[in-house]
């Protein structure tokens, strides 16, 4: 071969390592930080899914298997006494609540019933919202992650864009080659946040939803069972 064609020949550049391991081992040391941020709040997030999607499918299980039982014609003095014994929640804490401010006006020789309606209807109200609280416990991470992440993310790439035309002003060679690890490595900070993002926001549309229809139920059966104690009252006045 003659000398002079090797001369004139490009030089071969090293192939770059692109993989996702590569790509974060390579990351400058805040985009870095970034990426560890974001895996570990993807895997918060898929935790609390996977938390609350079984606490709600119990917690409609429980509300099924209680209205099924208090709708039989079961004595409601029995049912009390079988659910005060243990620690309830959800619609049977409601039910035992309510149970437990009546008995303790007839039992504490009240002279007079007037007001116990009304505070049967608060304890009731005061059940519903620690009920709520605890099914919304930790979707405000989910609304968190959801609408903050893919801005982490960009600030990854950002910072790491600018990394990346740093080096490139120092090395002074403008090559696909040699820019393009770089712009892959800003740009899976970006990826990672809406890796993080879509699943958090998706899943706390559908959780509020679900809190909404649980609460409705609480709340209908309140007034229902409010109604019964009410006439109840009045039948004995």
């Known amino acids: 071969m003659n ?3 090797i001369a004139q020949a490009p030089l071969a550049l090293p192939a770059a390592d692109v993989s996702l391991w590569a790509l974060f081992i390579q990351a400058h040391f805040v985009v870095k930080t970034v990426m560890i941020g974001l895996m570990i709040a993807s895997v918060w997030v898929w935790a609390i899914v996977v938390d609350k999607t079984i606490l709600y499918t ?3 299980r429980q ?3 209680f209205e099924q039982v208090f709708w039989s014609g079961q004595n409601l003095e029995e049912l009390y006494q079988s659910l005060s014994s243990r ?3 959800s619609i049977a804490a409601l039910f035992v609540a309510a149970m437990r401010e009546w008995k303790r006006t007839y039992e504490g020789g009240a002279r007079t ?3 116990l309606t009304e505070r049967i209807e608060k304890v009731m109200d005061v059940t519903i919202g620690r009920e709520v609280e605890r099914l919304e416990r930790r979707l405000l ?6 609408s903050a992440g893919p801005f982490v993310g960009l600030f990854g790439t950002v910072w790491g864009i600018m990394t990346s035309f740093q080096s490139i002003a120092a090395s002074k060679n403008t090559s696909l080659a040699v820019v393009a690890p770089g712009i892959a490595e800003a740009l899976f900070a970006t ?3 809406l890796v993080a993002a879509i699943p958090a926001t998706i899943f706390y549309n559908k959780f509020s939803s679900e809190v909404g229809r649980l609460a409705q139920r609480l ?3 309140a007034d229902e069972f409010s109604a019964i104690l009410s006439r109840q009252v009045d039948e004995r006045t």
């Open 87 to 89: 620690p309830t929640d």
């Open 141 to 146: 991470v989910l609304a968190t992650v959801g």
């Open 58 to 60: 119990r917690t409609r």
């Open 191 to 193: 990826a990672l946040g």
């Open 63 to 65: 509300i099924d298997r």
């Open 3 to 5: 000398p002079s064609d």
């Open 113 to 115: 019933l007037a007001g």
């Open 219 to 221: 709340e209908g059966f």
